[in-house]
């Protein structure tokens, strides 16, 4: 054979290797455009969804630290900005068959509360009929407790604010950790970083552990009507846990979703930024009875009496500032 024959028996072998390469390369970028898509519009929706979380019970409190207890947290009005945008996104807007769809794919979204969260997940329910059925619906507030070796139960918030029943005493305390120190014999209280330790893994496990179970209920659901993708909680990372639970907001997870020869599985959480800041304490030296405020966080033998939102207010107070490195106090 001369090598012009060679040349072409080589074409015909590999051409159709090269057309399917092709095809199959075309078929990844089409992907990760839809990919990228599916990421900005969930991101959207958790940003839109969070910010109805910054309204209050109480206007004259917006301005506030603390305000962020009096929140009234409207939940069907952050799953309808959630849908909405969605909707909007995804080219459902007028689409209500679609939208309804659209919930196959949403195994869980979770509302993420000052001093608990909510789920909005698959649940089962008895129709009008008395025949079992399945819809979307919000779980009550589950809050973030723990229990330690001695019986005492601990309430949980997303800042140092914890409710506490001491057992030995039969009864609920409530208030800020540092201000609590004296208040009861409760090793957890004494010590400020196992306190956040705990803290923070009692709400990083109540909320996984809830989440795990919604979504699985919802696997199962969708296995009993045929589908067969297998939803299951993903990943997050300890960093990013700590990262989300920092503030009060909306977090979604979104799986299932057909792209090419795969399914789209992702989460996404839109902050309220509404609980962490610079949260100045106002104490007094006992022995001297000066005055003085420093931020949150910072370890002084002072008696912690107030806290302000801001330095400026500390100071109209009558406080003087300390400042601390490290919790190490320094003038």
């Not at 090793?187 to 109540?206: G, K, M, W």
Request: charged share 20%; glycine share 6%; with cysteine.
């Amino acid at each position: 054979m001369r090598i012009t024959d060679y040349a072409v028996l080589f074409v015909l072998i590999m051409f159709p290797m090269f057309w399917v390469y092709s095809l199959h390369g075309s078929d990844d970028l089409v992907v990760t455009r839809l990919e990228q898509k599916y990421n900005q519009s969930i991101q959207t929706a958790v940003q839109d969804a969070s910010r109805m979380m910054h309204q209050n019970e109480n206007p004259s409190l917006e301005a506030s630290y603390d305000s962020v207890k009096s929140l009234r947290v409207d939940k069907d009005l952050i799953l309808n900005t959630f849908m909405q945008t969605i909707s909007i996104n995804f080219g459902i807007m007028d689409d209500l068959p679609a939208q309804r769809t659209f919930l196959n794919y949403l195994p869980a979204l979770a509302v993420i509360d000052y001093d608990g969260f909510y789920l909005y997940r698959s649940a089962t329910y008895t129709d009008t009929e008395g025949n079992e059925a399945e819809k979307h619906s919000w779980t009550e507030k589950k809050l973030y407790v723990y229990e330690d070796d001695d019986g005492n139960i601990f309430r949980f918030t997303l800042d140092d604010y914890v409710y506490v029943y001491v057992n030995n005493a039969g009864q609920w305390l409530e208030g800020y950790r540092d201000e609590m120190q004296s208040m009861a014999s409760v090793p957890l209280l004494q010590d400020a970083d196992t306190f956040e330790h705990v803290r923070r893994q009692t709400i990083v496990s109540t909320i996984e552990d809830n989440l795990s179970y919604a979504i699985q209920s919802h696997n199962d659901h969708t296995l009993r009507n045929g589908s067969v993708y297998q939803f299951t909680l993903p990943i997050i990372s300890q960093e990013e846990w700590y990262n989300t639970i920092d503030d009060v907001g909306v977090m979604a997870f979104i799986q299932g979703i057909p792209v090419g020869d795969e399914y789209y599985n992702n989460y996404a959480f839109g902050s309220g930024r509404l609980v962490k800041k610079d949260v100045m304490i106002g104490a007094v030296e006992e022995s001297t009875g000066s005055k003085y405020f420093y931020k949150s966080g910072c370890e002084f033998p002072y008696t912690p009496v107030e806290r302000f939102s801001s330095a400026k207010e500390a100071a109209a107070n009558g406080y003087y500032e300390r400042t601390c490195y490290q919790g190490q106090g320094s003038l």
